[in-house]
Each structure stands twice: as C-alpha cells, then as structure tokens.
C-alpha cells in the first residue's frame, strides 16, 4: 500500500511537507510519470527523451514510452558507483548524437539544485539539440524549476526502486529510511 499523506493528490502541485516521507509504491510512480507525461505532451512534442543516470532513466524510459520517442541517457552523478566521491555533480557519458538538430527532453527523479540540470543542458546544446526542456518527477519548492514536473515537495521521497537494497544476496531496507518504513 502506497503511503500518502490526506489529501495527496498527485495532480496537484504541492506535496508533503518538510520532514515527511513520501513512500512511493510502483502504481503511484507509474500515475505520476503519466500525469507528468500528459503535462509535457500539452506544451511540447519532444522527439527523443534524455534520461539522465541513474534514476532519472526510469521515468526518462517511461515519459519516452507513453509519448512515443525515442529514448536515451547520459550519466552525470557525484557518485561512484554506491559512493559519492564528487561534491558536484559531473557529466560522465557525452549527450547522445541523435539530438542533433532534434527537439529533447531532458528527465530526471528530482530536482533540488539544478547543477545536474545544468550540466545536462550544456551538454545536450553541445551536441546541437534544436531545442531542449527538462522535466522532474519532483521539483523542491525552493529550488531549481524545471519546465514540467509532477509532484512539488519538500518530503524526503522514498523511491520503490530504492526503498530496499540487495545485500549479500537479500534485500534490505536502504538505512536511509529506517525508521519511515515498516519491515
């Protein structure tokens, strides 16, 4: 069961407040990549979609299936592998050439800061995309606004792709949310 505050709507563009955990399950993911998908189809028609790795490729895969573009993505992270060994992001993979001359929109989970947007639109103006928007699932109110987001909020989110993580053959609850989620 999906953990949502009362009165969460996903339409709308505010959610939980600071200090709350907003526990996504797969069904909800999939109803804000839908919502978010509709959102960009009424202002722009985007021929390829840019995920941006690692996990702005799940929505980015998705967002690119239900408008029917072709899809890509371009790793720029502070991390390697499970570390962060970088206090700003860096862009670690170029931007695909197939956005040569095309329209491109640039995806990812979560948005706070923007460096990761920034970096990731620099880079797709250096391969020479006619024209570029971003999206987010969720954007930070105080922070960076991408053109299209879902979801507007200040909760520490708790992603089903991340809310359990493999360890020594067994998933685990990811200890960044012990204590938000029952075993």
């Known amino acids: 069961m999906t953990?949502?505050?009362?009165?969460?709507?996903p339409l709308e563009p505010t959610g939980p407040t600071p200090g709350?955990?907003?526990?996504?399950?797969?069904?909800?993911?999939?109803?804000?990549?839908?919502?978010?998908?509709?959102?960009v189809a009424?202002?722009?028609?985007?021929?390829?979609?840019?995920?941006?790795?690692?996990?702005?490729?799940?929505?980015?895969?998705v967002i690119a299936s239900i408008l029917q573009c072709d899809f890509h993505s371009m790793l720029i992270s502070r991390k390697a592998g499970a570390e962060v060994v970088r206090d700003r992001p860096a862009v670690l993979s170029a931007a695909p050439s197939d956005a040569m001359d095309r329209?491109?929109?640039?995806?990812?989970?979560?948005?706070?800061?923007?460096?990761?947007?920034?970096?990731?639109?620099?880079a797709v103006r250096d391969a020479h995309a006619?024209?570029?928007?971003?999206?987010?699932?969720?954007?930070?109110?105080?922070g960076y606004t991408p053109d299209f987001f879902a979801l507007q909020t200040d909760?520490?989110?708790i992603f089903p792709w991340d809310r359990k993580l493999m360890?020594?053959?067994?998933?685990?609850?990811?200890?960044?949310?012990?204590?938000?989620?029952e075993e």
């Open 103 to 122: 329209r491109v929109l640039l995806v990812d989970e979560i948005t706070t800061t923007g460096d990761t947007f920034r970096l990731g639109l620099a």
């Open 155 to 157: 909760a520490t989110l």
């Open 167 to 181: 360890d020594h053959g067994d998933f685990q609850v990811n200890p960044r949310y012990r204590g938000a989620l």
């Open 3 to 9: 953990s949502m505050p009362p009165g969460f709507n």
């Open 42 to 61: 009424r202002d722009y028609q985007p021929d390829i979609v840019v995920g941006i790795a690692r996990a702005g490729v799940i929505p980015g895969a």
């Open 20 to 39: 709350e955990f907003l526990e996504l399950e797969w069904e909800m993911f999939g109803e804000l990549c839908r919502a978010l998908a509709l959102r």
């Open 130 to 142: 006619a024209e570029i928007r971003t999206a987010a699932m969720f954007a930070r109110p105080r």
